[in-house]
């Protein structure tokens, strides 16, 4: 049995095509006091192809066993992060099958060189899960790539004191004299990167506003410290709504670690920061802003290949702008010239539409992206602009994109052809003039 290349270049090694998973059934038990994950995950699957083996993606966790159709698998192989499977009768091209395997272990987040090391990760007291872009196979059998977006059934068992969050509805928990299991349901489609276990010992609140927002903060409480930095959450949810289109999922929740994180990270309705963003500063406050816009342009549109990652952050960039404007901070044409100013004093050599995985998370790429926006908007004017954001979420919400399709909606949206524009800013590396409004 080969090992499969993967899906997807800047990723290599993760996912497959031969099959697409529509649902993750996810069972796991934790114990956070010597972090040992025990878990059954049943995949429900539909064949692209006719399989006689295929693989999922899992990492540092054994499978101990595997079964497809409810029949143990002739043979699996657990080697490097691939679990091999070739299940007892062929699966034919277009049949629905499911799969079910049990694993345990110590799970830890998967390293790369180029990418750094993301997923299941202990923090002090408590657990976070930051899987962007590789992480996802620290914690759950999957098929590793964003163009295989699955619903999500999780169930997460833990000792009683501590709280359980996770990307998808809180539907029920049954407490016994120990430990306590939480059930959470993702009816909307996911990327693999985007679901998240947050476990930890937490104060929970529901804020009334556009959607419930839950946040999720560290004892003891710092009302003072959430207030300045995380306090217009409910106005940037309605601002958003009226720029974006309704906010894409039924429910965000803001989760604030004890300990501090470098940098916060979006997952599917859901968003996590270190204490250290409880701060009235400008850098936390964009931040805050940055993750809650990700919900419509990163987990409702996802990237089908990270190439086009300037999809998300240059997106999410360009929001921290509108809220700076918004909140009655510097204009979206001051920062932007503000960072234009500072691009250009930096190394041109990166191509925003395809700027290779050792710069996908770059600065520039943000900075050059959201400048992207900006020039869109400096050509066609606000009411084209915000109306190509709006139906390009509700064309796609759910659904997987790329960046051809981007230039063709802006352009049909906007009523001319705006592939020169896109192409200056997106395929050449010299940077454009600033756009004026
Ligand atoms: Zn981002």
């Known amino acids: ?41 049943v995949l429900h699957c539909v064949a692209r192809d006719s399989l006689t083996s295929f693989s999922v993606d899992l990492h540092a966790l054994r499978p101990t066993k595997v079964s497809v159709e409810g029949t143990r698998a002739s043979r ?100 016994s004299a120990r430990s306590t299991t939480w059930y959470y349901e993702q009816k ?35 009302e003072a410290g959430y207030e300045v930095a995380f306090g217009d959450q409910p106005k940037m949810l309605a601002y958003f709504s009226s720029v974006f289109g309704a906010y894409p999922f039924a429910s965000y929740t803001c989760v604030i670690t004890d300990d501090d994180l470098e940098i916060p990270l979006e997952s599917q309705a859901l968003s996590t920061f270190g204490r250290n963003f409880m701060v009235d500063d400008w850098e936390a406050i964009r931040l805050v802003a940055h993750e809650l816009s990700h919900q419509w342009f990163g987990n409702a549109v996802t990237l089908g290949a990270w190439k086009d990652i300037w999809l998300h952050e240059g997106f999410a960039c360009y929001a921290e702008w509108l809220w700076s404007q918004e909140s009655g901070r510097d204009s979206a044409q001051e920062r932007a010239a503000e960072h234009h100013a500072r691009l250009a004093k930096l190394d041109q050599r990166l191509l925003l539409g395809d700027p290779g995985p050792d710069l996908m998370f770059d600065d520039r790429v943000y900075k050059r992206g959201a400048l992207t926006l900006h020039a869109l908007r400096a050509e066609v004017g606000d009411d084209a602009f915000f109306e190509t954001l709006r139906s390009w979420v509700a064309a796609h919400s759910g659904g997987t994109v790329d960046t051809a399709m981007f230039v063709e909606h802006a352009s049909a949206t906007c009523g001319r052809d705006l592939t020169d524009l896109f192409g200056q800013w997106l395929f050449h590396t010299d940077l454009p003039a600033l756009p004026v409004l």
Not at 12 to 34: I, K
């Open 188 to 222: 909307q489609p996911m990327a693999t990167y985007l679901a998240s276990v947050q476990i930890g010992h937490y104060d929970v609140a529901t804020i009334d506003a556009e959607v419930p927002l839950t946040r999720v903060t560290p004892r003891p409480a710092d």
């Open 76 to 175: 699996f192989r657990h080697s490097g992060d691939k679990l091999t499977i070739r299940p007892a009768h062929p699966v034919e091209d277009g049949q629905e099958f499911e799969v079910r395997i049990k694993y345990a272990g110590n799970p830890k987040p998967v390293p790369s060189k180029i990418l750094g090391a993301a997923g299941w990760e202990e923090l002090l007291d408590g657990v976070i899960v930051a899987s962007q872009p590789h992480g996802a196979p620290s914690w759950f059998p999957c098929n590793d790539h964003p163009g295989d977006k699955a619903t999500y059934s999780i169930t997460v068992t833990v000792p009683s004191d501590y709280h359980v969050a996770v990307t998808g509805e809180h539907v029920t928990s049954h407490r």
């Open 1 to 41: 049995m080969n090992v499969p290349a993967g899906v997807d270049p800047y990723v290599p090694g993760h996912g497959e095509t031969t099959y697409s998973v529509q649902h993750y059934d996810l069972d796991l038990s934790y114990r956070v006091d010597g972090n040992h994950l025990d878990g059954e995950a």
